[in-house]
């Protein structure tokens, strides 16, 4: 490594930073008076060969902590589990459920009040079919294998999934060029059904292509599902196997003898594992430190999304964008008047991270727009600002014209958990033994998650059996989530005949989404119920339609009281902290 070529550029951003190699890792530390210079310190360390780059420069004045539950027991001390995976999104929740095919206690803590809190629970749902990923990445090997696994893993879990492909548009004979040399590259790293097309072609699969789309490339295996559904769905199928989840409940701390994690320290009791996975989204880096195996960083970065009207969703059928190649005005004017210098500038475009989809029909028949990508210092900050809204509309008009402000009926912003070298990195532990990482799982991590947790859980299992456990396959595993209906999805025979068996189904709460009583009450029954409006609303869509929720929030919280037993002043939106209703002062 070379190390004091290194230094001496990282002297001219801030003359406080220094770096040192460690463990074979690159180890960055300092303190400085601006974020972008961390950012630019950790993209320049990348570049040298290591294991990962250790970013640990501060930012004066700034200290970033984890948001912890204000729950203090000792429901869990003591707890000896054989497994216990950190982090309830979808990977972790996936893993869970993969664990939860053989005869282990297996345990999966989430410092959120309810599964999918994260990323998972805020992003777009796309299965990604991986062709902007270098052969050479993680993010490839598992994109690919996950995206195969879709169909049957949507049945079984009985989990919306749509298979209509994706579309990238293109609006020169170049760029038609560039998705032609795509299209090779894609089959090359094992991607299929990728068809160039003409834009009288693309109509057949969108009913809106852009006025200046000469045509694109169409990529038959991208499809769309619900996220935070599918979370919570490898979760409960997971609990109904064995497995067992506490919410509300953060990972404080660990103790290690040599190279082996013995106990962790919780803020309901001290748990001890005979292996841990860490699946912690945008906290893995901390946990990885805590587990004494860290060799990579996370940077967060936000990203927002507009949803739209079911009105205007069929504006598109499934997603699509301009193609990741296009080159801006400043780029094209820097390049030699070559076509191949502009050809090869194009393609490198290609793996150029967080390009963002574009335009998104949902499997519920919203239509999301976004996202933007945006590095930020706070792990945990979701909040979205009114001008970065109306720059992706705007933005996004160029790709559908009828794009209006007035049919967005609610944004949202997601953190992703991206390392210096936008890669997963999913491994088994390199220094601690017992430790399993599944992290910097950002985009296309809801598509890899399944194949994830596949390498993940058997690594786990092959752990404990060479060091003596006696680790059998659980011959009752039913990969079939026991499921209730969805009014909506029924036919008029098929809702009478669930009406007659159980009036609650004939009692409409939400009229903008038909959800019913009854699949209100299904859900706050579930293996894993959360009794917040939240939790209810991400499972069954109460307060998902255009009123947001304006008539139905009072008779969905009404229900979860009752079915609570708890005064309606008790029920909140998310955490203890985000109340409804306050009681009265004097």
């Not at 599964?115 to 270098?134: D, E, I, R, W």
């Not at 969703?313 to 400043?330: D, I, Q």
């Not at 979205?384 to 009926?409: F, M, Y």
């Not at 008790?570 to 002062?585: A, C, G, N, R, Y």
Request: glycine share 8%.
């Amino acid at each position: 490594m070379k190390l004091n070529k290194l230094n001496k550029k990282l002297r001219k951003i801030d003359e406080n930073i220094i770096a040192y190699e460690k463990d074979g890792c690159i180890h960055l530390e300092g303190a400085v008076d601006d974020y972008q210079k961390v950012l630019k310190a950790g993209r320049l360390a990348v570049k040298e060969k290591s294991l990962g780059v250790v970013n640990d420069v501060k930012v004066k004045g700034r200290e970033m902590k984890m948001n912890l539950p204000e729950i203090r027991d000792k429901t869990l001390e003591g707890k000896e589990v054989d497994v216990l995976v950190i982090g309830g999104g979808v990977t972790g929740c996936a893993v869970l459920r993969e664990l939860s095919r053989y005869k282990i206690k297996a345990l999966l803590v989430e410092k959120g009040s309810d599964l999918a809190c994260g990323q998972s629970g805020s992003n777009g749902g796309v299965v990604h079919v991986g062709l902007n990923f270098s052969k050479k990445t993680l993010k490839l090997k598992y994109c690919v294998r996950g995206n195969a696994m879709y169909k049957q893993l949507s049945e079984d879990l009985h989990v919306p999934f749509e298979n209509k492909g994706q579309v990238t548009f293109a609006r020169t004979r170049l760029e038609m060029l560039a998705l032609f040399f795509a299209k090779l590259g894609g089959k090359a790293k094992g991607i299929g059904q990728l068809r160039l097309m003409s834009r009288k072609e693309l109509l057949k699969h969108e009913p809106s292509v852009p006025e200046w789309a000469v045509g694109g490339l169409y990529m038959g295996t991208g499809g769309i599902t619900c996220p935070h559904r599918l979370t919570y769905a490898l979760a409960e199928n997971a609990v109904e196997n064995g497995a067992e989840v506490s919410l509300n409940t953060a990972v404080l701390g660990m103790k290690l003898d040599g190279d082996r994690i013995v106990a962790v320290e919780t803020n309901r009791g001290t748990i001890r594992p005979k292996a841990v996975v860490n699946a912690a989204g945008v906290h893995a880096d901390v946990v990885a430190e805590m587990a004494n195996d860290r060799t990579f960083t996370i940077h967060p970065r936000a990203g927002t999304y507009l949803v739209f009207d079911k009105k205007v969703g069929n504006l598109v059928n499934s997603s699509m964008g301009k193609t990741p190649f296009t080159l801006s005005p400043a780029q094209i004017r820097s390049l030699p008047k070559k076509p191949f210098a502009i050809l090869k500038a194009t393609l490198d475009n290609l793996h150029s991270h967080s390009k963002g989809v574009g335009i998104i029909h949902t499997v519920d028949g919203n239509m999301l727009v976004g996202p933007n990508a945006l590095e930020v210092m706070d792990r945990e900050d979701c909040s979205t600002e009114r001008e970065v809204a109306e720059s992706i509309l705007q933005t996004q008009q160029e790709v559908q014209p009828k794009l209006k402000k007035s049919d967005v009926i609610a944004y949202f912003t997601g953190i992703r958990a991206a390392t210096y070298e936008e890669d997963f990195v999913v491994r088994q532990g390199l220094k601690t033994k017992n430790i399993f990482e599944a992290a910097g799982i950002q985009s296309p991590g809801l598509t890899a998650a399944p194949a994830i947790a596949e390498d993940v859980s058997k690594w786990v299992v092959d752990y404990l059996r060479s060091n003596g456990e006696k680790v059998e396959e659980n011959r009752d595993f039913n990969p079939k989530r026991k499921w209730k209906p969805l009014l909506s999805e029924l036919s008029l025979e098929e809702r009478n005949r669930l009406i007659r068996e159980n009036p609650d189904y004939g009692e409409i709460v939400c009229r903008c989404e038909e959800i019913s009583k009854g699949e209100i009450i299904d859900c706050l029954r579930s293996p894993i119920p959360v009794h917040t409006v939240d939790a209810v609303k991400k499972r069954v869509r109460p307060g998902m339609g255009r009123c947001q929720g304006a008539f139905c929030l009072p008779l969905v919280m009404k229900i979860i009281s009752e079915e609570g037993k708890m005064d309606i002043k008790e029920v909140v939106k998310s955490t203890p902290q985000s109340k409804i209703v306050f009681k009265e002062t004097k």
